[in-house]
């Protein structure tokens, strides 16, 4: 009975993970073990143009040294630039529509950086709350940058700096870093695989199919209940580009509409697999009765 939903679903999820891999925009992401060097300087690259980052050097923590990157970054070069891009599309403005990064975080970084854009909307009330970010991610802290290829470049992309103080994994001073497209984007593929590979192998393995089933719907539901909890963040974060004070508007829906979709797939793979497992014992009980029944009128 699972056979054909596990080919299904498991099929989708392979092409979920396969189309989020191919269309995703390039990104990099960097991760501090400290705060920056006052006389670092970081320059973004595509081939046509060179965007030198802006920030405040903080001694006190990593965090706060992302704060500034990307607060800087979305609300001068990326905001700007979609504004521009968005004026061309509706005929205010001529040219060709140009290509632009943006950052975020994760962690306690990015989650003071979503209170700082609420702060702006919230400024002089009672809602207002204010940041500690000298003790946000004091020592280790993630910047991830995201480029959006609106105006066609063939690249290289590539972050550089003549200082990479702090910085994990880091080339030596002017050299750069590349971006591409990030491997996570596979897992839904891989968890439909995994559950491609086991309805062959319980239909293998007649005698082991309920263990190798259980496997699979406890594979799904542990899927299903990681991506669930990143859902609600990844809405979060392209909801926080979109709007005040930033207004990217061209930033990626990819990451939250896949989570979305594999984990509604892997939700109704799981109902699947707890219906046909009661469906069976039900059929077991009946089965039994009936033995017990053809007993009793045979004595």
Request: proline share 4%; glycine share 8%; net charge negative.
């Amino acid at each position: 009975m699972l056979k054909i939903p596990s080919f299904i679903l498991g099929g989708i999820l392979i092409l979920t993970g396969l189309i989020s891999y191919l269309v995703q925009d390039p990104s990099l992401s960097i991760k501090l073990t400290g705060p920056w060097a006052s006389d670092a300087e970081f320059v973004l690259s595509d081939g046509d143009q060179d965007v030198v980052l802006d920030f405040m050097p903080c001694d006190d923590s990593a965090g706060e040294n992302v704060w500034w990157i990307v607060h800087k970054l979305n609300g001068g070069h990326a905001k700007n630039t979609n504004e521009d891009n968005y004026a061309r599309k509706a005929g205010r403005m001529k040219g060709e529509p140009e290509s632009f990064w943006y950052a975020s975080s994760s962690g306690d970084t990015l989650g003071g950086l979503l209170q700082e854009s609420e702060n702006y909307s919230n400024a002089g009330t009672e809602s207002y709350e204010s940041i500690p970010w000298s003790e946000i991610d004091v020592e280790k802290a993630k910047l991830r940058f995201i480029y959006n290829n609106a105006g066609g470049s063939e690249g290289p992309i590539t972050l550089t700096s003549n200082n990479w103080e702090n910085v994990l994994n880091a080339p030596e001073a002017g050299e750069s870093l590349e971006f591409g497209k990030s491997w996570t984007a596979f897992i839904p593929g891989i968890i439909g695989l995994i559950l491609i590979l086991l309805a062959v192998a319980a239909d293998k393995a007649p005698n082991a199919k309920k263990h190798i089933m259980h496997v699979a719907v406890l594979i799904a539901l542990l899927g299903f209940i990681s991506i669930a909890k990143m859902v609600f963040g990844a809405f979060a974060e392209m909801s926080w580009w979109r709007n005040e004070p930033y207004h990217i508007y061209e930033a990626s829906s990819l990451k939250p509409t896949s989570m979305l979709l594999s984990a509604g797939l892997l939700l109704i793979y799981v109902i699947l697999c707890v219906v046909s497992f009661v469906t069976a014992r039900k059929e077991m009980a009946a089965q039994a009765a009936r033995d017990a029944a053809r007993k009793s009128s045979r004595a």
